[in-house]
């Protein structure tokens, strides 16, 4: 009998595919079952992995069949929270959910408040958090190795919860995950523009204060750069990194850039795909210590996943309100939607379209998500 961790997954679209890469990758789990509403993505799945699973087109009767101890969530994001309650009801040992974490904040508190309840594990996929580079960043940061951070800086584009939940999770990461206390921003939405299901503006910048004294901004397709990293400017010197490479740059370094370039636990750096690669094993492997309880925690649980969505959505409730945000956020629904659907911030080029439409399958324009 496999002492292997066994994995079920709802949703078998393109980002569950890196939780089963990273699920295999670190070869401490078997995925057994795959539900999705299209017989064709799982077939897609077989092929592409060989994983010999169960498919079920009713991911309820998987949950109630199959005795999991993981359940993975790549539904498209309005479908993160129903599902992850569904699952967590049945009482895997854990969820890894994609993020972001919820198309609002409260359907976010209800998954914690339910996977507490039954006493399940939660990790929403900021993989990230995995890759050399980020851990280099954030152990020099809490070394001194640039003084006190001033300001970082990072690029999105694609929607705020999209691309840029990444962004303000690697902000706490790097910080040792500090609590922002404050956001100001603002959005552009002359569009009827959709990522995933989900509304998003057409471009964005945000300013978010931490208690340690740190300050971050993000700018999201109001220049051509766009990119996952930041540029990090301390008291001291600086940090410029993305997902593979790190420069350093203060006293120690003669005032010249040291470059860096870590290989991971799994994958070496000039590896093909590294990102996605180790930071997917990266995170199924500290999923299974702990289960195991090799270690007291995982550095994506759920309650980081819900912070890195709160920031998100305090821009859009800064825009909203026409004022800096103080958090905890108190508006649990989302702050976009809030504006576009009471004529606050009505689209002045109508007609609806979503930048991930291409993603669907057969005659499918919109995704059928929830339960």
Same mark, same amino acid.
């Given at each position: 009998?496999?002492?292997? $961790?066994?994995?079920?997954?709802?949703?078998?679209?393109?980002?569950?595919?890196?939780?089963?890469?990273?699920?295999?990758?670190?070869?401490?789990?078997?995925?057994?079952?795959?539900?999705?509403?299209?017989?064709?993505?799982?077939?897609?799945?077989?092929?592409?992995?060989?994983?010999?699973?169960?498919?079920?087109?009713?991911?309820?009767?998987?949950?109630?069949?199959?005795?999991l101890d993981?359940?993975?969530?790549?539904?498209?994001?309005?479908?993160?929270?129903?599902?992850?309650i569904?699952?967590?009801?049945?009482?895997?040992?854990?969820?890894?959910?994609?993020?972001?974490?919820?198309?609002?904040?409260?359907?976010?508190?209800?998954?914690?408040?339910?996977?507490?309840?039954?006493?399940?594990?939660?990790? %929403?996929?900021?993989?990230?958090?995995?890759?050399?580079?980020?851990?280099?960043?954030?152990? $020099?940061?809490?070394?001194?190795?640039?003084?006190?951070?001033?300001?970082?800086?990072?690029?999105?584009?694609?929607?705020?919860?999209?691309?840029?939940?990444?962004?303000?999770d690697?902000?706490?990461?790097?910080?040792?995950?500090?609590?922002?206390?404050?956001?100001?921003?603002?959005?552009?939405?002359?569009?009827?523009?959709?990522?995933?299901?989900?509304?998003?503006?057409?471009?964005?910048?945000a300013?978010?204060?931490?208690?340690?004294?740190?300050?971050?901004?993000i700018?999201?397709?109001v220049?051509?750069?766009?990119?996952?990293?930041?540029?990090?400017?301390?008291?001291e010197?600086?940090?410029?990194l993305?997902t %593979?490479?790190?420069?350093?740059?203060?006293?120690?370094?003669?005032?010249?850039w040291?470059?860096?370039?870590?290989?991971?636990?799994?994958?070496?750096?000039?590896?093909?795909?590294?990102?996605?690669?180790?930071?997917?094993?990266?995170?199924?492997n500290?999923?299974?210590?702990?289960?195991?309880?090799?270690?007291?925690?995982?550095r994506?649980?759920?309650?980081?996943?819900?912070?890195?969505?709160?920031? %998100?959505?305090?821009?859009?409730?800064?825009?909203?309100?026409?004022?800096?945000?103080?958090?905890?956020?108190?508006?649990?629904?989302?702050?976009?939607?809030?504006?576009?659907?009471?004529?606050?911030?009505?689209?002045?080029?109508?007609?609806?379209?979503?930048?991930?439409?291409?993603?669907?399958?057969?005659?499918?324009?919109?995704?059928?998500?929830?339960?």
């Open positions: 009998m496999s002492d292997k $961790l066994r994995v079920g997954i709802i949703g078998c679209g393109g980002m569950a595919r890196n939780h089963v890469r990273g699920y295999l990758n670190c070869g401490r789990y078997e995925i057994v079952a795959l539900a999705d509403l299209n017989e064709s993505a799982m077939a897609d799945y077989e092929a592409m992995f060989h994983l010999g699973a169960r498919h079920y087109t009713d991911a309820r009767e998987m949950l109630a069949k199959e005795n993981v359940v993975s969530i790549g539904t498209w994001h309005v479908g993160h929270a129903p599902w992850t569904a699952a967590a009801a049945h009482r895997p040992k854990a969820i890894l959910c994609e993020k972001p974490m919820a198309d609002t904040l409260q359907a976010a508190e209800q998954m914690l408040i339910a996977c507490k309840r039954n006493a399940v594990k939660l990790v %929403i996929g900021h993989q990230r958090r995995f890759l050399p580079t980020y851990t280099l960043a954030k152990d $020099l940061i809490a070394q001194g190795a640039i003084g006190d951070v001033q300001m970082m800086v990072s690029f999105g584009a694609q929607g705020l919860p999209n691309y840029c939940s990444h962004q303000t690697m902000f706490r990461y790097f910080l040792s995950d500090d609590e922002c206390e404050w956001v100001m921003g603002n959005v552009e939405r002359k569009t009827d523009r959709w990522e995933r299901n989900t509304r998003i503006e057409d471009c964005a910048i300013i978010f204060q931490f208690r340690g004294g740190a300050r971050a901004v700018l999201s397709e220049t051509p750069l766009v990119y996952q990293g930041a540029h990090i400017y301390g008291s010197g600086m940090i410029d993305d %593979i490479e790190l420069r350093l740059l203060n006293a120690e370094t003669g005032g010249k040291q470059t860096f370039r870590p290989d991971g636990k799994f994958f070496t750096a000039n590896d093909e795909r590294f990102e996605w690669l180790e930071g997917g094993a990266g995170q199924a500290e999923l299974a210590d702990w289960i195991e309880g090799k270690t007291e925690t995982h994506g649980r759920g309650e980081n996943g819900f912070k890195a969505l709160e920031m %998100i959505h305090a821009v859009y409730e800064s825009a909203r309100m026409h004022e800096k945000v103080v958090l905890p956020l108190q508006t649990r629904l989302n702050p976009l939607d809030l504006m576009v659907e009471s004529g606050h911030l009505e689209p002045q080029r109508p007609g609806r379209y979503d930048i991930r439409a291409f993603l669907l399958r057969g005659e499918r324009m919109c995704s059928d998500d929830e339960p």
